[in-house]
């Protein structure tokens, strides 16, 4: 793993599924991921993202998912 913020492109562990990222730093509370799902799929949050150099994409950092979606390509 580089320091290249585009280094953090994805992350999927036992965990989290999470797109984009920021600072490792656990203090740094300002940047992180673009997306983030806890490992039960009903806790996420958004926050500002420098992979992508995007806001938050929720009107809250935190928030409960009410829906999910997912897609597969074979």
């Known amino acids: ?3 290249d913020p585009a280094a953090f492109f ?3 562990k036992d965990r ?3 797109i984009g990222g920021g600072s490792m730093d656990e203090s740094d509370r300002e940047s ?3 997306f ?3 490992s039960s799929f ?3 949050s958004s926050k500002w993202c420098p992979t992508f150099r995007s806001p ?5 950092t935190n928030f ?3 829906d999910l979606e997912v897609w597969a390509f074979q």
């Open 1 to 3: 793993q580089g320091t």
């Open 32 to 34: 992180g991921f673009a």
């Open 64 to 66: 409960t998912v009410e």
């Open 36 to 38: 983030y799902l806890d």
């Open 10 to 12: 994805m992350l999927s």
């Open 16 to 18: 989290l599924v999470a």
């Open 56 to 60: 938050s994409l929720a009107s809250s």
């Open 42 to 44: 009903y806790h996420g």
